[in-house]
């Protein structure tokens, strides 16, 4: 117990400096503060273990958290002296703009309907299975997906199937 209000004072002193340093390395104060949570939600596991100034594990775990998140993101950003030309509306291939009107749909579905249809269609996941993984019935994935597909049609009453 007495770990855990260590472990408690410690962050409400430091939290503060810590979100400060966190800034320094990523650049944005909600990415800073998201950081600092991830690190601290690490830490508090191995509190008891730590002995003497925790600031020193604290830091080191708030800069290896930070280069994890980068090198998960990297792939994602590439830098470029030029913005890309956009194409024009009618530039657009047929196969692309289907993408971008299926994207623009799925965006109007409940969050439940998006996460059945992702796992149902992308993911390739049986009912059961979905079922399980949204913490719901067979049924629910079944009626979710039916209300779904539905609403999509109605949406995209043109897009080709394939």
Same mark, same amino acid.
Not at 131 to 141: I, K, Q
């Given at each position: 117990?007495?770990?855990?209000?260590?472990? +408690?004072?410690?962050?409400?002193?430091?939290? =503060?400096?810590?979100?400060?340093?966190?800034?320094?390395?990523? !650049?944005?104060?909600? #990415?800073? @503060? #998201?950081?600092v949570q991830t690190a601290l939600s690490r830490l508090v596991t191995a509190w008891?273990?730590?002995? !003497?100034?925790? $600031?020193?594990?604290?830091?080191?775990?708030?800069?290896? @958290?930070?280069?994890?998140?980068?090198?998960?993101?990297?792939?994602? $950003?590439?830098?470029? $002296?030029?913005?890309? $030309?956009?194409?024009?509306? !009618?530039?657009?291939?047929?196969?692309?703009? +289907?993408?971008? %009107? /299926?994207?623009?749909?799925? !965006?109007?579905?409940?969050?439940?309907?998006? %996460?059945?249809?992702?796992?149902?269609?992308?993911?390739?996941?049986?009912?059961? @299975?979905?079922? +399980? /993984?949204?913490?719901?019935?067979? =049924?629910?994935?079944?009626?979710?997906?039916? #209300?779904?597909?539905?609403?999509?049609? =109605?949406?995209?009453?043109?897009?080709?199937?394939?």
């Amino acid at each position: 117990m007495a770990e855990r209000e260590d472990f +408690e004072e410690y962050v409400a002193a430091r939290y =503060g400096a810590l979100v400060r340093s966190a800034y320094l390395l990523v !650049g944005n104060r909600a #990415d800073a @503060e #998201d950081l600092v949570q991830t690190a601290l939600s690490r830490l508090v596991t191995a509190w008891p273990r730590i002995s !003497g100034d925790p $600031e020193r594990n604290v830091r080191t775990v708030l800069v290896r @958290e930070s280069v994890t998140r980068w090198r998960r993101r990297r792939w994602r $950003e590439v830098s470029s $002296e030029r913005l890309p $030309e956009a194409a024009a509306p !009618g530039q657009l291939d047929h196969a692309a703009a +289907e993408r971008v %009107a /299926l994207h623009s749909a799925l !965006g109007q579905l409940s969050p439940r309907q998006r %996460a059945v249809v992702a796992l149902r269609f992308y993911e390739d996941l049986s009912v059961a @299975e979905t079922a +399980e /993984l949204l913490r719901c019935s067979e =049924g629910t994935v079944k009626s979710q997906t039916h #209300d779904a597909l539905a609403r999509l049609r =109605g949406l995209l009453p043109d897009l080709t199937p394939h």
